[in-house]
């Protein structure tokens, strides 16, 4: 066997200055190498105490039924939170999957995952609409209907199926037939796999109808009606249900139940779609975009930039109105005008007025009839707009005390404006000695008489002008960078 050999370098018949590069990569390779190994070192120690700390996954016993908590809109996040329980209970050998479903609706490409993953499960999966007066409307009577048993509590109702556009508007022309229809095969061919009544599965489509447990148990559309899960386990015990082609006889009536909620990305990320986290982070965004041109400093500007982000991936679950979403935007663009515009204050008090009518109208009607009203709640629009109003507030009065003060502290030359000497300043690009600083509410280049180093933030004083560069020293008791 040959043993590779670490590379090394000829100088033979190389310039003499190749060669002395070639030498200086080495020693600054094997110094970068000596620099990182205890960083390497180090980082598998930590990665190796996060494991060490992490518990162990535990393994149910085999027959154990688990639980899958689906709440909300559904979306991406759902079905890959089904898809994900579904597989971990094929692994554990889980006797059953019981999802404990309650939706207004959501995502048409998410409700096909979700059903093509019910289709095709290799483990019995129940769908349980509950507690009581819970709901599987519109995409969740798709969702019901594909489990091979589906169950509902008192008090729940199923249907209002019908799909409408991503606005909740109903869907026009040839394209609202088209996606009518697709909607009616698709429902259909769930009733048919399942057995389930295929007039009544294609009503809830075409008709919008809604039904309530009982009425859904008179047509045979759901298996049974359970209250509580020891009752729906005893119900489905003895029951005979084909998984992938095959007879499996469900035995539930004494056993283990297990709960699986979302792990905290998922549940993260799911949250994003309540109306009202969306409609705070969008504020909270621009609030952090509004103060890093006010006041640059990095931090403000990418944590706004990352709630902006996060609220747009919230509005793409909701019924956006864009309407209202061009009127908070407007609000901004009065904001920041406000902070270069002598209005007096009117451009702020028209910013504040579209902001509170945009947060109002952020998201339309649902086109499902089932459906709660997705709207940012009224206590939410009051007191973002209220800590608006204070925010925009501050920053344009400080802004006119700034437009104020300056003429008082800035006399003209021939040579241009002139700082008084004496005149306090804070350094807001280090001087090292070429900088500059924040004076007279205005920010001027700056150097230090003395060629030293002055960090960011500390107080000076103006005591000099060459041209347009001032020329400053620290303040007393201000210290200076060596």
């Avoid at 089932?370 to 109003?389: C, E, G, H, R, S």
Wanted: overall charge negative; some cysteine.
């Amino acid at each position: 066997m040959r043993t590779r050999r670490a590379p090394h370098i000829a100088c033979v018949e190389q310039s003499d200055w190749l060669c002395d590069d070639h030498a200086a990569s080495v020693m600054t390779a094997n110094a970068l190498t000596r620099l990182l190994a205890p960083l390497q070192a180090a980082s598998l120690l930590v990665g190796l105490l996060l494991l060490l700390a992490t518990p162990a996954r535990a393994v149910a016993a085999p027959g154990t039924v688990y639980v899958l908590p689906t709440t909300g809109i559904v979306d991406q996040v759902m079905a890959g939170y089904l898809r994900d329980g579904i597989a971990r209970a094929q692994r554990d050998g889980a006797a059953a999957v019981i999802i404990r479903l309650d939706t207004p609706g959501g995502a048409l490409d998410a409700t096909r995952d979700i059903v093509s993953t019910l289709l095709e499960a290799p483990v019995p999966v129940v769908v349980w609409v509950a507690p009581a007066g819970a709901q599987a409307a519109s995409a969740g009577t798709f969702i019901t209907l594909a489990g091979h048993v589906a169950a509902m509590a008192p008090g729940t109702n199923i249907g209002a199926a019908t799909p409408v556009g991503g606005q909740g508007e109903d869907i026009e022309g040839d394209l609202g037939a088209k996606v009518l229809n697709d909607a009616i095969a698709s429902i259909t061919a769930i009733a048919e796999a399942r057995g389930r009544p295929v007039e009544w599965a294609v009503s809830t489509v075409r008709d919008a109808a809604s039904y309530t447990v009982d009425a859904a148990l008179t047509a045979g559309a759901v298996d049974l009606a359970a209250g509580s899960l020891p009752e729906l386990l005893t119900q489905l015990d003895g029951r005979t249900v084909e998984v992938n082609g095959a007879p499996v006889t469900l035995q539930t009536a004494s056993a283990p139940t297990e709960e699986l909620p979302m792990n905290p990305l998922q549940q993260f990320l799911h949250i994003l779609t309540d109306p009202n986290i969306a409609f705070i982070l969008f504020t909270v965004g621009f609030y952090g975009i509004l103060f890093e041109l006010q006041n640059p400093n990095f931090v403000t500007g990418i944590l706004g930039g990352i709630a902006l982000i996060l609220a747009f991936i919230g509005f793409g679950s909701l019924p956006l109105n864009i309407g209202g979403l061009l009127l908070i935007g407007l609000s901004i663009v009065m904001f920041v005008l406000e902070l270069t515009v002598t209005s007096h204050g009117l451009l702020a008090i028209a910013g504040i007025v579209c902001f509170a009518l945009g947060a109002a109208a952020l998201y339309t009607e649902p086109g499902n009839p089932a459906a709660p009203d997705v709207a940012v709640a009224t206590p939410i629009i009051v007191a973002m707009t209220a800590l608006t109003a204070a925010f925009i507030g501050v920053v344009v009065y400080f802004a006119v005390r700034t437009h104020r003060l300056a003429p008082m502290a800035i006399g003209l030359t021939s040579g241009g404006p002139q700082l008084p000497v004496g005149t306090a300043a804070a350094v807001r690009r280090p001087l090292a000695p070429l900088g500059s600083v924040y004076a007279a509410g205005e920010e001027w280049t700056a150097r230090t008489v003395d060629g030293s180093a002055i960090e960011r933030g500390t107080p000076v004083t103006v005591v000099g002008q060459d041209g347009l560069t001032l020329l400053v020293r620290p303040a007393d008791g201000a210290s200076v960078a060596v």
